[in-house]
């Protein structure tokens, strides 16, 4: 685990450039405290320590204002910058290398009594998420896309793309040769 925190703290440190040090990004990054308690929650969650998970959680949200439910599935190096108010649902799932900025909730449109359902987005490695973009529905987002601020996304978006607007609509997609189409 010591290892994997190394390595996040590392991708903190390139990715925003207003880190001036390892020992700031480790001690002053909600993101950090944010995913060790994540990844705790998680591993109690597994084991089927319903109560626990949810107490840990809970205990990550007062301290970080980040509320990730340990049910959730998150992939490596997860970016969560300036952090506040950031929501992900249980069924939600998060590929490698991620950007989330604050105000993001990836969330539901209903409530399945299905418990085994997923009812949360499912993003992509590389994804950069807006500040206040909500994320709803068992939608995908796939690699490489980038979603605008405040988007409200409620539909599936390509790979390479970009979707903003409310309701958010694909505005680009790069292709193989770099040609940019928009889409309408």
Do not use: W
Request: hydrophobic share 45%; with cysteine.
């Amino acid at each position: 685990m010591l290892k994997s925190m190394h390595s996040y703290i590392k991708n903190i440190i390139e990715k925003d450039p207003s880190v001036h040090s390892y020992l700031e990004a480790m001690l002053l990054y909600p993101s950090v405290y944010a995913i060790l308690i994540y990844r705790l929650a998680a591993f109690l969650y597994r084991i089927k320590l319903y109560f626990f998970a949810r107490l840990f959680s809970q205990l990550g949200r007062l301290l970080t204002g980040i509320e990730i439910h340990p049910g959730a599935k998150i992939g490596k190096n997860l970016f969560m910058d300036h952090g506040a108010a950031i929501v992900i649902g249980q069924t939600s799932i998060i590929g490698d290398n991620c950007v989330i900025y604050h105000g993001v909730t990836l969330g539901s449109t209903e409530i399945e009594l299905d418990k085994e359902a997923r009812r949360h987005p499912k993003i992509g490695t590389g994804v950069v998420i807006g500040a206040g973009a909500k994320i709803l529905g068992p939608i995908e987002i796939h690699d490489g896309a980038k979603i605008g601020a405040n988007a409200v996304v409620l539909k599936d978006v390509p790979e390479n793309s970009t979707a903003v607007g409310i309701p958010a609509r694909n505005l680009l997609k790069r292709s193989e040769n770099s040609e940019i189409k928009v889409y309408r």
